[in-house]
């Protein structure tokens, strides 16, 4: 994290996901407190949790969010298949499977359910209880957000293929999850 720019737990942060042209995600990794309308008690009892979610929103992976540590993902995604599994490590420790292959059933196949890959600190706003209930569950448009200036700090995102393995770390390959 940057600690100049610290994040807010009450909101939502989508920090990396697969977005088809529909706006849902393939997966997601999250970190704060999920959205919802209406807004529940915040911060949420896993807000300082590293969340994988699922196409649709099942949590396949958490862990605490510590401050002090790097922490390095992978996400399996078996276009094929429909499936997904997810590597985790801490620090300099090799990637190591936290998840079995897991089926992505509500994600669509085809061309039509891969997108674009995004990283950064997307952050989703409160329900502002003075917006239309129409526009409360507009997080593009609508919403509080308290502060702009939070921050987390990224390196070494990779895309590959799995054809020679899994990069683990410390130029060593796995074989791919369930293979």
Known sequence: MDEKR????????????????????VFGI???SP??????KLPTKNARHFKVLDHGLNVLFSTPFTPINWHNFAVQVDWDSNTLAVLY???SDLLRAVTKVIPNPTHPTGPVGQGDFHFGVLKLPLV???DSPADQGDVVHHGIQEGTTEGLLYSGIFVEGIQNGISVGGGRFIKPIGK
């Open 6 to 25: 610290p994040l807010n737990y009450n909101h939502e942060y989508q920090v990396v996901f697969i977005e088809p042209n529909d706006g849902s995600h």
């Open 30 to 32: 999250q970190l704060g």
């Open 35 to 40: 959205f919802t309308n209406p807004t529940a």
């Open 89 to 91: 490590s801490k620090n």
């Open 128 to 130: 502002n209880p003075k």
